[in-house]
T-cell receptor
Framework: DAGVTQSPTHLIKTRGQHVTLRCSPI?????VSWYQQVLGQGPQFIFQYYEKEERGRGNFPDRFSARQFPNYSSELNVNALLLGDSALYLC?????????????FGQGTRLTVV | AQTVTQSQPEMSVQEAETVTLSCTYDTSESDYYLFWYKQPPSRQMILVIRQEAYKQQNATENRFSVNFQKAAKSFSLKISDSQLGDAAMYFCAYRSYSGGSNYKLTFGKGTLLTVNP
């Protein structure tokens, strides 16, 4: 079975531009979460979606938005990119919203803002 | 808000030896989950072991075991018979038992483990 897939794997953008990152969860998983991992730090929670509804939002500006589609795939959008948005963006999927259910991570999208 | 602290930025161990990675956390909740994740250079986070706070018994997965001290809010990871493939960044993470945005994982800053042959 395919794991969590993210695209693209690497991306270079210019300050002020917009970016869309994509995530396909494991088949049957209804929850998708997004995390930002700045170099040398642990991942920081951005969003969680479950059954196409936002169920949680981390401490990120409104420039960050996301959505989940009927097939449970998800997009993370970032507007007006800043140099500080350069990071590894991780997507995690799970069967349900949380509890002890394991979150499976993708390999991430490495975003570089220049 | 919950916080997770990993006080060892880097650790090293000889192959076949045992190493312990430390993690402390701060929370006012009584029920929660704790996890150790491994992130190799491939970047993919892989779950190593999990612990439910309401369970007094320490979790064990093959060569990996934890020492969970709820009163001290401590959750250390012991790797026995270390192998070269264990070399990676290790993250300790916390998740609330309740719902809503508390389903998020809160991670520490990580410990880089080097395994020497």
């Amino acid at each position: 079975d395919a794991g969590v897939t993210q695209s693209p794997t690497h991306l270079i953008k210019t300050r002020g531009q917009h970016v869309t990152l994509r995530c396909s969860p494991i088949s049957g998983h209804k929850s998708v979460s997004w995390y930002q991992q700045v170099l040398g730090q642990g991942p920081q929670f951005i969003f969680q979606y479950y059954e196409k509804e936002e169920r949680g939002r981390g401490n990120f500006p409104d420039r960050f938005s996301a959505r989940q589609f009927p097939n449970y795939s998800s997009e993370l959008n970032v507007n007006a990119l800043l140099l500080g948005d350069s990071a590894l963006y991780l997507c995690a999927s799970s069967l349900d919203q949380g509890g002890v259910t394991e979150a499976f991570f993708g390999q991430g999208t490495r975003l570089t803002v220049v | 808000a919950q916080t997770v602290t990993q006080s060892q930025p880097e650790m090293s161990v000889q192959e076949a030896e045992t190493v312990t990675l430390s993690c402390t956390y701060d929370t006012s909740e009584s029920d929660y989950y704790l996890f150790w994740y491994k992130q190799p250079p491939s970047r993919q986070m892989i779950l190593v072991i999990r612990q439910e706070a309401y369970k007094q018994q320490n979790a064990t997965e093959n060569r990996f075991s934890v020492n969970f001290q709820k009163a001290a809010k401590s959750f250390s990871l012991k790797i026995s018979d270390s192998q070269l493939g264990d070399a990676a960044m290790y993250f300790c993470a916390y998740r609330s038992y309740s719902g809503g945005s508390n389903y998020k994982l809160t991670f520490g800053k990580g410990t880089l483990l080097t395994v020497n042959p």
